[in-house]
């Protein structure tokens, strides 16, 4: 359990560089663990000001993460539009929005139960 939970530190901590690497805004970590039944153990929630953006987001997090540990995600979806991406990294879930469907969805109000943690970000 312990190396799963390493793994899973390292995973979130890329992603959260990869993140950052681009300028994305609003980077929240929800932690689904205590919550019976989730999908996975984190999300990671993050926006940005255009597809484009939201775009360099998902390829930067991609580009680190399979860089430093080799990794990819099992599935990636929205890649065609770029309004919301989501990253599937089994036990880690990276959602990338655009502002405007972040605020209309509004996801973390989803999963409440769920203790979020706040990055402070440079930008």
């Not at 990869?18 to 970590?29: L, M, R």
């Amino acid at each position: 359990m312990a190396k799963k939970t390493q793994n899973q530190d390292q995973l979130i901590s890329l992603i959260i560089k990869g993140i950052e690497e681009v300028k994305g805004n609003n980077i929240k970590i929800l932690d689904l663990r205590k919550i019976a039944n989730t999908v996975c153990d984190y999300f990671i929630i993050c926006d940005g000001n255009s597809n484009t953006q939201v775009g360099a987001i998902s390829g930067s997090v991609q580009k680190i993460v399979s860089k430093a540990i080799k990794e990819k995600p099992w599935h990636v979806e929205g890649e065609s539009n770029a309004s919301w991406i989501l990253m599937d990294y089994v036990h880690v879930v990276v959602h990338i929005f655009q502002k405007e469907t972040r605020e209309f969805y509004h996801i973390e109000n989803l999963w409440g139960d769920a203790e979020i943690i706040s990055i402070d970000s440079k930008y």
